[in-house]
């Protein structure tokens, strides 16, 4: 970062130290790569939002683990026999649930892979409007 500009004695021109931090973040943002703008913009978003950050850093890998799975288990805390009792159950009344709840959460995924692919592509375009918008802000 550059230095601020000396003042007139014992005043501060705000306007001329806020127009070079202002300089020194667009020089550095235009220095990044496009997906690294993208990137940046996804965790400042997850930040003001509070998303978790182990749900975004799957997103951002790629890793396709962070969407919902049809296969989900459900476990029991219990110990001897009714155990036994509520895994038998499960066994024996998972198959009907999941005539239902299957289809829910797999066209659930489907729109949580769409949505995030919708959000990277305007992030994208966003990220080069932008870079375009300060190219010619100059001029």
Known sequence: ??????????????????????DDIRRRRDALPVAEAVTERMRTLADETEIDAELLGPLLRGEAGWNLNPDYRIPTHRVGVARFLVLTLKRLVGPIVRLYTDPLVERQAQINLYL????????????????????????
């Not at 004695?9 to 001329?16: A, E, I, S």
């Not at 995030?116 to 001029?139: C, F, G, I, K």
């Open 1 to 22: 970062m550059t230095d601020p500009p000396e003042g007139n004695g014992d005043r501060v021109d705000v306007m001329r130290i806020m127009e070079t931090i202002r």
């Open 116 to 139: 995030l692919h919708v959000v990277e592509a305007l992030l994208m375009e966003t990220a080069r409007l932008q870079r375009t918008v300060d190219s010619l802000r100059p001029r």
